[in-house]
């Protein structure tokens, strides 16, 4: 019995040491893959992505931050609305190195291309960027720094949510969707307990960002969420009905997609008629 013991108490170590260390290496690998902050490159394996979507909310956390903290610092900086939104621009793309950038850029091509469902994977496997790509780029970055600087200061808390509610709703989809043939995203998904786990934590996420959406201002925070879930509901939609699936390029595209849909509803409640901001 003492021997029974000791060995199940050594297994048990074990085990939480193995767990400990695929929790740090996915840590490690999503602000490595997803962000510019510095962190030691290791193997995309199976196990060391165990974990990784449970911190790419991670990302837009410190996202939020900076803009929040922008909020506060650049009065004192610039005189200027436009430059102000440029900013607000740049720290969400230059923070996530363009990750989602480069997924929307191959989808906008393959859905621009009409081709059939076939076609259209082949395409999001092509390194290089269409002509139409590069005009829905520009066209992006000319709808969101204008959003922004339409954007009311107090509405930057709430808009900044959008950048942890963004990439929340991303792991979710990489779990619980349907993946296309030619989807890698199976790697992203672990097995048994931790699966249940990791979906746990991100419903944990989507609740708080809802929760901290509303308690900040009550009708931003519904147009945000209503932003969100059309951008999710539209993602669905070109997934199946384009690619038979998701894909991590595709995925990609969802956020981007999110995180100009929130800004735009948001904008819309702040230019109504009646001032239901007040709420």
Known sequence: PVT??????????????NSMKQIWNSFRLAFSM??????????KTKENTKYILCF?????????FLITEWRIVHPYLLDYEFLRSVVCVMIPLLLSSGAFMDGFFRTVDALSSHQPRKGKLEILQDSHSGYFAIITCVSYFLIIVGLWSEMPIDGWPVVALGFIL???????????????????????????????????ILILYTAACAFFMLRMNLTVGLA???GAVIAFLYYCWVAYKHF??????????????CEILIPLMALLVYRMPTDFTSL
């Open 166 to 200: 963004s990439r929340t709703l991303y792991g979710l989809s990489i779990i619980f969707l349907r993946h296309s043939q030619t989807s890698k995203c199976s790697l992203y998904v672990p097995e048994g307990k931790a699966k249940t786990a990791v979906a746990a």
């Open 4 to 17: 029974v013991k000791v060995l199940n108490s050594y297994k048990y170590q074990r085990d939480r040491s």
């Open 224 to 226: 945000c969420l209503a």
């Open 244 to 257: 038979g699936g998701i894909t991590e390029d595709i995925a990609s595209f969802f956020v981007q997609v």
């Open 56 to 64: 790419v909310p991670w990302v837009g956390a410190v996202i939020a």
């Open 34 to 43: 997803y962000s510019i902050i510095p962190a030691r490159q290791i193997d």
